[in-house]
Antibody, heavy 121, light 110 residues
């Protein structure tokens, strides 16, 4: 089964750090770009970060630039999101998503189930 | 990029059709034919229902269709069913490996 599974969420104090993981299975992970998308409680979807299939190209939303770092390990079929200097407004469900349709940029055919990050003292 | 503009809510009766608009700029919706739409039921992950403006992934009913004119994309759901009641989000590629989502539209089936 083709799937993405996030982990690593939890409760963290403002200013703290957390590393999210996204484990892939059921497909050739190293061939696909991966995005992180978040959703604050009761709010809409917000793009967070992107990483290319070989990890050489990365991009970030302005709201997280300089604080979050995306990386991947194709040998472990995993993508990571290191989140530093966390703020209350970073509280959200974080999804990883696969850009899976050839030629369809910014289109996500597979999503994980999400992992909740709560930033609070 | 600011979020794409969607109506906060739409509604329709079973068997009717509804259309959800998604307005952006020439830097996103108007500049690329890479608009996608997602359906999200409460507590669940989003599901892709339209990509490349008007293409449907395998398994998505043909009751769902997409279009675009200028800086505005639209999702039309025909033959409304109770299971269609959900939140719908548009998304556009915005260049340089970035995307922007719409604020979401809550569809109520009366």
């Amino acid at each position: 089964e083709v799937q993405l599974v996030e982990s690593g969420g939890g409760l963290v104090q403002p200013g703290g750090s957390l590393r999210l993981s996204c484990a892939a299975s059921g497909f050739t992970f190293s061939s696909y770009e991966i995005y992180w998308v978040r959703q604050a409680p009761g709010k809409g979807l917000e793009w967070v970060s992107y990483i290319s299939s070989n990890g050489n190209t990365r991009s970030y939303a302005d709201s997280v630039k300089g604080r979050f770092t995306i990386s991947r390990d194709n040998a472990k079929n995993s993508v990571y999101l290191l989140m530093n200097s966390l703020r209350a407004e970073d509280t959200a469900v974080y999804y990883c998503a696969r850009e899976g349709i050839v030629g369809a940029l910014g289109c996500f055919d597979i999503w994980g189930q999400g992992t909740m990050v709560t930033v609070s003292s | 990029h600011s979020a794409l503009t969607q109506p906060r809510s739409v509604s329709g009766s079973p068997t009717q059709s509804v259309t959800i608009s998604c307005t952006g700029t020439s830097s996103d919706v108007g500049g690329y034919n890479y608009v996608s739409w997602y359906q999200q039921h409460p507590g669940k992950a989003p599901i892709l229902i339209i990509y490349d403006v008007n293409k449907r992934p395998s398994g998505v009913p043909d009751r769902f269709s997409g279009s675009k004119s200028g800086n505005t994309a639209s999702l039309t759901i025909s033959g409304l069913q109770a299971v269609d009641e959900a939140d719908y989000y548009c998304c556009s590629y915005a260049g340089s490996y970035t995307v922007v989502f719409g604020g979401g539209t809550r569809l109520t089936v009366l």
